[in-house]
């Protein structure tokens, strides 16, 4: 009886996995040997050089890996660089946040977190629960819509302009009643957040639940995360708003200044 057959897909799944790890596995190389020529990075892997040439060449292409001007060597480029240092971001603005989080939930007796813009949506990087019984859900990690959270639409309203662009060019999903899809009226609404300093929703991206958000700046003053403030839409009253922001961007203000600005 022959074997279970493994479909074209299969394969192709199989074997897209198997670059991705060799792909991974010469930038280890390069990373422990400093420099290497595509002939050992091909021993290494165990594969033909022409395979490890391709691997190369891919990386190479995307910055991952530079090539050594009349060597044959290839070494790490600055892709590597641009990815260790957005994560040594998102590292040191949850670090240094954490307490400014702590802070703020006893304070505002709701749940904090900090989010950070990637791509087009707002992915959380750290969370503090409020100590009342009835809280949000853990966001950690988790990506949430710009255009439908608090976090969202003050990271869009600093945001470069083409990123705007492309997200009000294009329909915007409609997650509850509320949600703004309309790009003329989300457009004024990010305005107002530039102008006021701190951005707010009310039952836009889930039905009962309300936020405050504020911007975070790094030394040079740009808008690099947001500080934001959620519950239960009752005890989060939007008459309260200005009020929650006031104590919101008091914590942004100092944990934009743990990251170096003082503008």
Excluded at 21 to 30: K, N
Excluded at 131 to 152: E, I, Y
Excluded at 213 to 219: E, I
Aim: aromatic content about 4%; overall charge negative.
């Amino acid at each position: 009886m022959s074997g279970p057959q493994v479909g074209n897909g299969e394969r192709s799944s199989v074997a897209a996995v198997q670059s991705v790890d060799r792909a991974l596995s010469v930038l280890e190389i390069l990373a422990a040997h400093g420099e290497a020529g595509v002939t050992e990075v091909a021993a290494e892997l165990g594969v033909h050089k022409s395979t490890a040439f391709r691997l190369v060449a891919v990386l190479e292409s995307r910055g991952f890996v530079e090539q050594l001007a009349d060597r044959g060597k290839y070494r790490l480029g600055f892709g590597v660089v641009r990815l260790a240092g957005a994560a040594a971001a998102q590292l040191d603005i949850a670090q240094e946040g954490r307490p400014i989080c702590e802070a703020l939930a006893a304070d505002l007796e709701e749940t904090v977190n900090i989010a950070i813009l990637d791509s087009d949506r707002a992915v959380n990087v750290s969370q503090v629960r409020g100590p009342a019984a009835l809280s949000t859900h853990n966001w950690v990690g988790q990506g949430t819509p710009l255009h439908a959270t608090s976090s969202g639409k003050v990271l869009l309203a600093h945001a470069p302009e083409a990123v705007r662009k492309a997200l009000l060019s294009r329909e915007m999903p409609r997650y509850t009643p509320s949600t703004i899809t309309d790009p003329e009226l989300l457009q004024q609404h990010l305005d107002g957040i530039v102008e006021r300093g701190w951005g707010s929703t009310v039952e836009e991206y889930e039905v009962g639940l309300s936020a405050v958000a504020a911007p975070v700046r790094d030394a040079d003053g740009s808008v690099i995360a947001a500080l934001s403030v959620s519950g239960p839409s009752f005890r989060m009253d939007a008459e309260d708003f200005p009020k929650i922001a006031r104590r919101l961007l008091a914590g942004a203000d100092e944990l934009s200044r743990r990251l170096g600005f003082f503008g």
